[in-house]
């Protein structure tokens, strides 16, 4: 059975602080996405990465960092949490040109920055 | 550039009976492949739906049927005899067969079945 692992389903920091998401998939992917997903705006792409130590911004990186370090890990690291990143996040993972496979979601992490 | 809309914010529909949420896209690539996704209020998406450009025949799957009309860039999901536990956010997204493996994601329809 596939799975995508997150590490937090809810979380609330304070603002400035560093965060960390981290997403774990056991599926062999070569693929990670994080996602960011607000009321009205649908799922918009922060990072993604192809391969270990390799990565490319999405539509909305500023603000983020993204480390992959092995190929199942995918971390997003906010330097200094503020309060308009108060969302929901999202990871998935697909396979490398695999066109018609989908990518599979984890269950989210809710973030609250006060 | 490719983008997806999804202009239904809200449907209601009574238990049992049929419903189209609606998904329009634009792209200039020919190879282009659309998923739906289903999220329910605990959080995860989860995938409903694929049907590539190329294909002849529009995509099933149990009770979920994707209405493809290639020359009006539209991918209705037509979901039949409806549940309560069809309640749920979803989504229409696209991905291109270009270099890049990133799905562009609508913004969503909220559907609540009613008994």
């Known amino acids: 059975d596939v799975k995508v692992t997150q590490s937090s389903r809810y979380l609330v920091k304070r603002t400035g602080e560093k965060v960390f998401l981290e997403c774990v998939q056991d599926?062999?992917?070569?693929?990670m996405f994080w996602y960011r997903q607000d009321p009205g705006l649908g799922l918009r792409l922060i990072y993604f990465?192809?391969?270990?130590?390799?990565?490319e911004k999405g539509d909305i990186p500023e603000g983020y960092s993204v480390s992959r370090e092995k190929k199942e890990r995918f971390s997003l690291i906010l330097e200094s949490a503020s309060t308009n990143q108060t969302s929901m996040y999202l990871c998935?993972?697909?396979?490398?040109?695999?066109?018609?496979?989908?990518?599979?979601f984890g269950p989210g992490t809710r973030l609250t920055v006060l | 550039a490719q983008k997806i809309t999804q202009t239904q914010p809200g449907m209601f529909v009574q238990e049992k009976e049929a419903v189209t949420l609606d998904c329009t896209y634009d792209?200039?690539?020919?190879?282009?492949?659309l998923f739906w996704y289903k999220q329910p209020s605990s959080g995860e998406m989860i995938f409903l739906i694929y049907?590539?450009?190329?294909?002849?025949q529009n995509a099933t799957e149990g009770r979920y049927s994707l209405n493809f009309q290639k020359a009006r860039k539209s991918a209705n999901l037509v979901i039949s005899a409806s549940q309560l536990g069809d309640s749920a956010m979803y989504f229409c997204?696209?991905?291109?067969?270009?270099?890049?493996?990133?799905?562009?994601f609508g913004t969503g329809t909220r559907l609540q079945v009613f008994p």
């Open positions: 998935a993972s697909s396979h490398y040109r695999d066109y018609t496979d989908t990518q599979y």
């Open positions: 599926m062999d992917h070569e693929n």
């Open positions: 990465s192809y391969d270990v130590k390799m990565k």
């Open positions: 792209t200039s690539d020919q190879s282009y492949g």
């Open positions: 049907q590539g450009s190329y294909d002849e």
């Open positions: 997204a696209m991905r291109e067969m270009g270099n890049t493996d990133k799905l562009i």
